[in-house]
């Protein structure tokens, strides 16, 4: 039976006569609008519509209320949520990041074909293990740190937020399915990365701010694995491998794809915090080619980009040749880099001058 507004006011007045509070009868400004599913499902889009689905650009609800439910006085407070101003967090597609994760869940147990890895080389199979060490690590890092926002973010912005819980699972995801890489063939967890380590300790872990922390992960870390997970047809030996790059690169790219819209949102409503942004770019761009920051292991000198320069060349007799396709990784990851800070709306620094002149050295930029 449809609900009408004179059935309302009946139930109402019921429960005022035997002293019921049904005050929450209280009709929302969206009773009665029905919604249909569109072409791929009820998505958050179809759904954040009407008065509910307006994001505030400030604000001030520290008491856990989901945006659109109506207030209750007397409510204590149960979150400080320091990130309660739209530009530091918001991102025009947030909703539909978070819908694609849903849509694209899978399963390390099930979904990779594990019976497809043979035996290898010795010194293929170790190359497999330590960079699936190394990946192992800084997946647990990815989750960790994003992870550590998400309580942070008002239940007003609850579209990033829910992103930021659905990539925290991809990482989960993403460490388990390399630990299971390292054991399952024999080898074992190799040598922990030191850069890895430093990582743990600070760096990513120290942003003060959200976008600061996005500008070094998403933009910076993520973007240099992704690129990785891009060619790791080049450097898998059977099917198992070639599906675990292909899956974790579909997880990688929404994460990417999170933080350079979020840049852009937040440089077209905060203009005045260009310059900041492009402080964060500068140091992502340092630890882009040197290597700082941990989170590139094909940065030269460590033990994951030796094991890369194995896997790619095809064995330690081959690492001549290896290394040559690592520059060339590194020279992708550095194109694909410019390309995402253009898209944010920061493609000026490569034209005046901004950009760090390390990057020259892999890519010229035009």
Not at 134 to 141: A, D
Not at 143 to 154: E, F, L, N, R, Y
Not at 278 to 295: C, I, W
Not at 327 to 352: M, P
Request: one cysteine or more; proline letters at 4%; charged letters at 25%.
């Amino acid at each position: 039976m449809t609900t009408t507004a004179d059935s309302l006011d009946a139930l109402r007045a019921y429960g005022r006569e035997r002293g019921y509070d049904l005050s929450w009868l209280e009709r929302p400004a969206t009773w009665g609008t029905q919604l249909r599913p569109g072409k791929t499902g009820l998505v958050l889009d179809e759904v954040e519509r009407g008065p509910h689905g307006f994001a505030p650009e400030e604000s001030t609800n520290l008491t856990g209320r989901i945006r659109g439910a109506i207030a209750r006085p007397g409510v204590p407070r149960v979150g400080a949520y320091p990130v309660r101003t739209k530009a530091d967090i918001w991102l025009r597609n947030a909703a539909e990041l978070y819908e694609e994760a849903q849509a694209r869940q899978w399963s390390s147990a099930t979904d990779i074909p594990w019976e497809k890895i043979g035996p290898l080389p010795d010194d293929i199979e170790a190359a497999e293990c330590q960079f699936a060490t190394f990946l192992t690590e800084v997946e647990f890092v990815a989750g960790d740190v994003p992870g550590k926002w998400i309580a942070s973010v008002t239940p007003d912005y609850f579209e990033p937020r829910m992103f930021l819980i659905s990539q925290v699972m991809d990482e989960a995801r993403h460490l388990d399915v390399f630990r299971k890489r390292a054991l399952v063939n024999g080898g074992g967890l190799m040598q922990r990365t030191a850069a890895v380590a430093a990582v743990t300790g600070g760096a990513i872990d120290s942003a003060r701010d959200f976008t600061e922390m996005s500008a070094r992960l998403h933009m910076s870390g993520e973007g240099a694995v992704l690129t990785l997970f891009r060619i790791g047809e080049l450097m898998a030996y059977n099917e198992a491998e070639k599906q675990i790059y292909r899956l974790a690169a579909s997880d990688e790219s929404r994460h990417v794809a999170f933080g350079v819209m979020h840049l852009q949102y937040l440089a077209q409503a905060a203009p005045e915090r260009r310059e900041e942004i492009q402080a964060y770019l500068d140091e992502a761009e340092r630890n882009l080619v040197t290597g700082a920051s941990g989170q590139n292991p094909a940065s030269s000198g460590f033990a994951a980009s030796e094991a890369l320069a194995v896997l790619l060349g095809g064995g330690v007799d081959k690492f001549d040749e290896g290394m040559k396709l690592l520059l060339a990784a590194r020279q992708r990851q550095v194109k694909e880099y410019v390309q995402r800070v253009k898209v944010a709306g920061f493609g000026e620094r490569f034209e005046n001058g901004r950009a760090s002149p390390l990057l020259k050295k892999y890519l010229e930029i035009e």
